[in-house]
């Protein structure tokens, strides 16, 4: 058995590290082919990271709740396929300088076809494991095509089935017209003022709590709105007596229906949904010196 490392992959530009939030493997666990090894949080998407060999958890390096960087090893496997290609390195020293010659001659022409193949990348939307990537240089998949597949694993992710069978019945699929689109360049953030923080002091019996993943985002994201633009709080009186009638009169048959309780809370998400319709600069971002106003609404 040889030791593979594990590699954090790409998950998209602007994204150079996730937080490990639970390891699915233990270590001593059996690991297949694109099997899910790990899973990983980041400030644009949760995702799980599958094994490109089959081999068994040797180490983990990479703890739950830490930090893991993009390209690096988070774990290291035991495997079977290393030291298959380390024998099949030692039998070509032992061979003649002629055969030496030929197979540095064909491992050039092996780079030069490498270099000349598309590049399959993940992005936002699409993230697609090791192993996937290798069938479509292997089977010649462009980008394109790859990002028209859709996929059947976890949240629409390509699996290595997915691949293959599109692979199979390529040439019965009807040709499709890639329209590409031009994104305009965002708009760089001005970089806000350093703020020095008043030094807090930490009495006996205190209790010092470190934050999690969630709630550092979060904290992050509310100095980042204070700091961009002011904010402004308004109240407004809404007489709610005919809704309050209304959830009274039909809340019982509502519950026997569905098995749950009827709240208020979806009428006021459809009340602040018809709101921003109707106001819709509501709906916007500062960004610099410029007002993005979104096109869709996002109750979140």
């Given at each position: ?170 040439g019965n699929q009807p040709a499709k ?124």
């Amino acid at each position: 058995m040889s030791d593979y490392k594990l590699i954090l992959p790409s998950m998209g530009e602007g994204v150079m590290e996730a937080t490990v939030t639970n390891w699915i493997k233990n270590i001593g666990d059996s690991i297949s082919e694109d099997e899910s090894v790990v899973e990983i949080a980041t400030d644009k998407v949760d995702s799980d990271v599958p094994s490109p060999v089959a081999g068994v958890l040797k180490e983990i390096l990479v703890p739950v709740d830490k930090i893991a960087k993009v390209g690096e090893p988070i774990a290291i496997l035991s495997v079977d396929r290393v030291v298959e290609q380390a024998d099949s390195v030692e039998e070509v020293d032992t061979n003649s300088d002629q055969e030496i010659a030929d197979a540095a001659k064909s491992i050039e022409a092996e780079v030069a076809t490498i270099k000349t193949e598309t590049l399959i990348t993940s992005s936002d939307d699409k993230f697609y494991s090791p192993l996937v990537k290798s069938i479509a240089k292997e089977e010649g998949v462009s980008q394109a095509e790859l990002d028209q597949i859709l996929g059947s694993g976890k949240d629409g992710r390509v699996t290595k089935d997915d691949i293959l069978d599109f692979v199979k019945n390529r040439g019965n699929q009807p040709a499709k017209t890639v329209v590409t689109t031009s994104v305009a360049a965002p708009v760089a953030q001005p970089q806000a003022p350093q703020v020095q923080s008043a030094p807090i002091s930490v009495g006996e019996g205190d209790e010092i709590i470190e934050m999690d993943r969630m709630r550092k985002i979060i904290a992050q994201n509310m100095l980042q709105a204070k700091q961009i633009a002011p904010h402004v709080t308004s109240f407004v009186e809404v007489d709610m007596t005919n809704i309050v009638l209304w959830r009274d009169k039909n809340k019982n048959e509502f519950q026997k229906k569905h098995g749950e309780k009827i709240t208020f809370m979806p009428i006021f998400i459809e009340a602040v949904a018809k709101a921003i319709q109707d106001f819709p600069m509501i709906n916007a971002s500062v960004v610099g010196d410029k007002i993005i106003k979104k096109k869709n609404i996002n109750i979140g």
